[in-house]
Every structure is written in C-alpha cells, then in structure tokens.
C-alpha cells in the first residue's frame, strides 16, 4: 500500500506554518496552531554529550497498515531530527496493550508518554465534556471535523480537559480514525431498514439512545471477537470505517458484507502526553515535541483520507456490496440524530460546546 510519507523537514516546516490547511481546504484564520511553529532550530549540531530524552508512544492497533502507525513513526522521525538525537522515541504498535484503557495506565504510571485513545478515556477520568464527541451526525464533513477540533471547540476540550485532570492528561493533537458506517447481513438505506437488526456498538450513552430509537438492538461485542462472531451470524450487523473493518476482513463474513455509508460519526481520537512529563521538559524540547506532534497529526489525517479510498476499493474487490452515501436517505438518520444532540446538551449544560461545534461548518 502507498501512502505518502513526511520525510523531509523543510517540508514538514512548511505543512505547519499553514497551521492544519490541507486536508479540509478551510481557511487558516479558522484554525488553532497546535504548538509553536516558528523559529524551529534543529538540534543536529548539538553536544554529543547532551543527555538523551528517550519517548514511549503507544497505539492499540497492531497493524503497520493503519493510520496510528504513521503518524507515530512521523513523530519520531520529526522529533529525533530536530533535536539532533537528544530525543529518542520507541514507537508502539500495539504491542504494550491492544486495550485503551491498559494504555492509560501506562502512561500514568510514566511508563510511556504519549498515547492515542478515543475520548470515552477522558470520560472515565472525569471529563464528562467530551462525551459531546459521541453525539452521532454531529459532523457534516472532515472539513467541518477539522475546523471544529483545529478551532474553538477543539481548543476548549484541551483546556477543559488539562483543569479538569489537574494538567494530567495533554492533548498534543486531534487525530482522525475515519468515518463509521454501518455494514451487516442485510443492506440498509433508511431508518425502517435497521429494525430488529442485533448491531455491534456501544450499549451505553448517546450511540446506544441512537441506534435503540432506530429500532436496532445494540450488543456488546469486543473488537477482537467481532470477524467471528459476525462470521457465525451471531450478530447481524456492526458500524466502523472502512480501513478498520478492512484489515479486520469483516467484509468477508456473512454478516458483514453489506456496507452501507451512513457517515454517522466522523471519529475523533486523541494524542495526549503525560502532563507531568510535559511539564519537566525544557522549552526547547517542548518545542520540538510541539512540532513533531503537529506533523504527526497532520500524517496521520492525511494517511486516513487517502486510506478511504482504498480501503474501500479493497472491500468490494473482496465482494462487500457498498451502497454509496448519496443512496442514504441521509435526512432521514440525521432528524433523530439533532433531536439527541439538542436534548443532550440541554440536559448536560452543553449548549455553548455544540454551537460551537455548528457555527464550524
């Protein structure tokens, strides 16, 4: 599989200094600058002698095919440059742990220093704002995803999130896992099509209120089990994007053969840093990690556009059946959708985080 890779600094320098403007095509003005981006110095000239900075970062996901992959190595190979080698990173493909939570531990522990997870972490930790990122529909686009989480909204879930732990846990960039559509044993283009189906997805919160009104019976199916399970008929159908289900094979099964582009949840995951290892870092060395981590949030989004396509080209090659995005009766999902979104927010004190998220688009 070709992806373009980031090799070259004075490439990378100039990606950052347009702060986050290519994938979306959004003005820069719009944008939030992850980091600084000025001034840049390169440590390559550096006393050999100086102490080595040594990094842990972690992923769950074990293939080196997945976007998570990328934008780890383009942190590493970014951070190890410009600091001349003071920094020295070990990248984990999911051999630490395949499980979010266990990654959390690690890192709270020092034991590594960045990871990726989904923001349901966040929750557990007390951060109850982010759970809004669960709300389905909640965007019309990876240009509208990408404005929200580079701008305001994402820029106050940082914050949020840094008060709310104690400055334990910091966001050093929003990374894209996708976009989640539903596939199963049957194809489905309207709401009445999912009723009485069994469907792989979380059991709790907004997802399970959403998928329940549908008339759809939500099960709790761990991701490693589900190629088997769907393979068995032992649930009818499940939800995820493309490259996931596809390195996965669960094109391949019965029950996951039919994929249908609902575009129900433009997927947001999060690349944070221990924040008491932030903290006793010098300013150049958190400068350096500042820009890495940019580059490596810009990597990883772009690997997760371009993998779309060809992730998709690879299930119907394999025999999925796809029923294309303008064959939804789109509206039709998205009514019950707004509904929770705005009962939700009403119910939490949210209503500020989700017009900002709307005044995005």
């Known amino acids: 599989m070709k992806v373009r890779k980031i090799l070259v600094l004075t490439v990378i320098v100039g990606l950052l200094a347009n702060s986050l403007c290519g994938c979306g095509g959004q003005a820069a003005s719009k944008r939030r600058t992850i980091g600084s981006i000025t001034d840049v110095d390169s440590g390559s000239d550096r006393n050999a002698n100086q102490p080595v900075l040594q990094l842990t970062i972690a992923s769950n996901q074990t293939s080196q095919d997945n976007p998570y992959h990328f934008g780890l190595e383009t942190f590493k190979e970014v951070a190890e440059e410009l600091s001349g080698g003071t920094i020295q990173v070990i990248c984990s493909d999911g051999s630490l742990s395949e499980d979010e939570g266990e990654l959390i531990k690690l890192l709270d ?39 929200a989480m580079d701008g305001e909204f994402g820029s106050a879930m940082t914050d949020i999130i840094l008060e709310k732990t104690n400055n334990k846990y910091r966001i050093m960039g929003y990374w894209s896992a996708g976009v989640r559509d539903y596939y199963g044993k049957i194809p489905i283009t309207s709401p009445e099509d999912v009723q009485g189906l069994t ?49 996965k094979e669960h094109h391949t099964t019965p029950n996951g053969k039919y994929i249908c582009e609902t575009h129900h949840d433009y997927t947001t995951r999060l690349f944070i840093m221990n924040g008491d290892f932030y903290d006793g870092l010098t300013s150049e ?77």
């Open 109 to 147: 522990s020092g034991e590594v220093q960045m990871v990726v997870c989904s923001p349901g972490n966040m929750s557990s930790a007390g951060v109850s704002e982010v759970n809004m990122l669960s709300l389905l529909y909640l965007f019309n686009g990876f240009s509208h995803w990408e404005t």
């Open 285 to 361: 060395q958190k400068n350096w990690i500042e820009t890495a981590s940019l580059a490596a949030t810009l990597q990883e989004r772009s690997v997760t556009y371009e993998m779309m396509d060809s992730s998709k080209a690879q299930c119907i090659a394999e025999g999925a059946k796809v029923t294309d995005y303008e064959k939804m009766d789109i509206e039709a999902f998205k009514t019950l959708a707004i509904e929770i979104q705005d009962s939700y927010a009403d119910e939490n004190g949210l209503r500020d985080y989700l017009d900002m998220i709307r005044r995005a688009q």
């Open 199 to 247: 469907i792989r997805t979380q059991t709790s919160g907004v997802v399970f209120d959403y998928w329940n009104s549908l008339g759809a019976e939500p099960v709790n199916v761990g991701w490693g089990d589900l190629y088997d399970v769907l393979n068995r008929g032992e649930v009818d159908s499940a939800e995820n994007d493309y490259t996931n289900l596809m390195l």
